[in-house]
């Protein structure tokens, strides 16, 4: 399983619990390095807003299919936003949206680590671009 497709299996086993994808908890999650920064193409604050954006995407199930790669793009098919808009739709506004760090990750893609902490839970958001900026891959394991 490669990373972006890891990245969606993650985000749908952490949304809808470990019976969703099995194999979603055989890849380690990567640890990122304690410095948010960013890639030459992207700076720190457009890495975090775009972040926040998905994160917002993925509450309302509006997703703008052009900033994706074409894996990730594939991926989300119309059940399975439909079934993470739901659950994350439910979480509100969240209180608190933390830069933790980054780790390069595979084929010159970048993983942008988040704390996510909401009215009800915390939450992780690995967000990953690659060379050109397209996102490759989301998830939002537990904190």
Known sequence: MGPRAFAVVGM????LGASAVSAATETPLPS??????????????????????WLR???????DRSQLTA?????????????ISAKFGALGDPLSFTP?????VADDETAYVYRVVFKT???????VLDKDGKVAGIQFPPA
Request: net charge negative.
């Open 100 to 104: 933790l760090g980054q780790q390069s």
């Open 32 to 53: 990122p390095s304690p410095v948010a920064t960013a890639s030459s193409q992207n700076s720190v604050g457009d890495v975090n807003a775009r972040a926040r954006e």
């Open 71 to 83: 894996t990730m793009n594939a991926d989300l098919t119309p059940d399975v936003i439909k079934q």
């Open 121 to 127: 839970t915390t939450l992780n958001e690995v967000f």
């Open 12 to 15: 749908l086993s952490a949304l």
């Open 57 to 63: 995407r993925m509450q309302t199930g509006d997703i």
